[in-house]
């Protein structure tokens, strides 16, 4: 079981930049891939990025590639999403995600995960 908490959200400009945090709890976690997802008002949930156990291996939506970099510290149960150059089209609800599959491959579909976060808004205003 692997229990993740998000934190890093805000209210900011646009052009400005967050770094969003995913506390990890659980033997596992540095064994699966992540992923950050969001779901904006009346949206349903998007993909934004993920990153393999190892953090070789990452993808991103085509929306945020270039702005947002993904990445995890395994020694600390942590995976990051910094996020640059934020536009008003980037506000919602960020959600950290975990595979419940060892070593498997960072997916981008959100049925893949097992586990997931409670979320932290981010508010971009323009």
């Given at each position: 079981?692997?229990q993740?908490v998000?934190?890093?959200?805000?209210?900011?400009?646009?052009g400005?930049?967050?770094?969003?945090?995913?506390?990890a709890?659980?033997r596992?976690?540095?064994?699966t891939?992540?992923a950050?997802f969001?779901?904006?008002?009346?949206?349903?949930?998007e993909?934004v990025?993920s990153i393999?156990?190892?953090?070789?291996?990452?993808?991103?939506?085509?929306?945020?590639?270039?702005?947002?970099?993904?990445?995890?510290?395994?020694a600390?149960?942590?995976g990051?999403?910094?996020?640059n150059?934020?536009?008003?089209?980037?506000?919602?609800?960020?959600?950290?995600a975990?595979?419940?599959?060892?070593l498997g491959?960072p997916?981008?579909?959100?049925?893949e995960?097992?586990?997931?976060?409670?979320?932290?808004?981010?508010?971009?205003?323009?």
């Amino acid at each position: 079981q692997v229990q993740l908490v998000e934190s890093g959200g805000g209210l900011v400009q646009a052009g400005d930049s967050l770094r969003l945090s995913c506390a990890a709890s659980g033997r596992t976690f540095s064994l699966t891939a992540m992923a950050w997802f969001r779901q904006a008002p009346g949206k349903e949930r998007e993909f934004v990025s993920s990153i393999s156990w190892t953090g070789a291996r990452t993808n991103y939506a085509d929306s945020v590639k270039g702005r947002f970099t993904i990445s995890r510290d395994n020694a600390k149960d942590m995976g990051y999403l910094q996020m640059n150059s934020l536009k008003p089209e980037d506000t919602a609800v960020y959600y950290c995600a975990a595979d419940r599959q060892l070593l498997g491959v960072p997916h981008s579909n959100a049925y893949e995960y097992d586990y997931w976060g409670q979320g932290t808004q981010v508010t971009v205003s323009s």
